[in-house]
């Protein structure tokens, strides 16, 4: 069975601290797609990034950063200096052939001036 | 273009009435989703759709129906709404049959069963 765990259930930190976000899935398909997802106050759900089982690079965009390893089945993501925006709940999912979309419980992050 | 719209944002409704949520979506796409967010549970499939005229249960599909008469809309239906089915509800849509398809959400209906 598919699984996403993001086991921090709230993050608190002070504005320009960094801070990392732990996400560990769990399949036996050899192809498969990581996601995450960010849930402002608002309430929307607005895209982050995708990445697929092949490709084990990390990744950065500006102040956010994502550092995926096989090896421990994690995809965790970082955020840089982080600011008061940066408020939100935070969701990693798994897509494999076949299966629905499985998200974690997410993380919520408050940044605090 | 809108993306992914939902309507209404907000409900209340009483046991046992019923309603119909309406997602609509402009960016041409082929699979369509709904989901329910509940606290600590993070987002549960309820039903999709991988085209006009196509639906398919996903992992919490009781007590809700759904259709998709139209590419562009996906419709999600409580017969006789129950206390367990407040919720946040989200419409999804992606671009194909790949697996890799990114969806991409609406902005969410909160829906309050009393």
């Known amino acids: 069975a598919q699984k996403v765990t993001q086991a921090q259930t709230e993050i608190s930190v002070v504005e320009k601290e960094d801070v990392t976000l732990d996400c560990v899935y769990e399949?036996?398909?050899?192809?498969?797609?990581l996601f995450w997802y960010k849930q402002p106050p608002s309430g929307e759900l607005v895209f982050l990034i995708r990445?697929?089982?092949?490709?084990?690079q990390n990744e950065i965009s500006g102040r956010y950063s994502w550092n995926f390893q096989k090896s421990t089945s994690s995809f965790n993501f970082t955020i840089t200096a982080s600011q008061v925006v940066d408020s939100a709940v935070y969701f990693c999912?798994?897509?494999?052939?076949?299966?629905?979309?499985?998200f974690g419980a997410g993380t919520r992050l408050t940044v605090k001036p | 273009n809108a993306g992914v719209t939902q309507t209404p944002k907000f409900r209340v409704l009483k046991t046992g009435q019923s309603m119909t949520l309406l997602c609509a979506q402009d960016m041409n796409h082929e699979y369509m989703y709904w989901y329910r967010q509940d606290p600590g549970m993070g987002l549960r499939l309820i039903h999709y759709?991988?085209?006009?005229?196509?639906?398919a249960k996903g992992e919490v599909p009781d007590g809700y129906n759904v259709s998709r008469l139209k590419k562009q809309n996906f419709l999600l239906g409580l017969e006789s709404a129950a206390p367990s089915q407040t919720s946040v509800y989200f419409c999804?849509?992606?671009?194909?049959?790949?697996?890799?398809?990114?969806?991409?959400f609406g902005p969410g209906t909160r829906l309050l069963v009393l």
């Open positions: 399949t036996r398909d050899t192809t498969y797609y």
């Open positions: 999912a798994l897509k494999t052939l076949g299966d629905d979309m499985r």
């Open positions: 990445r697929n089982s092949f490709d084990e």
């Open positions: 999804a849509s992606s671009l194909g049959t790949s697996n890799q398809e990114t969806q991409y």
């Open positions: 759709s991988v085209g006009e005229g196509t639906t």
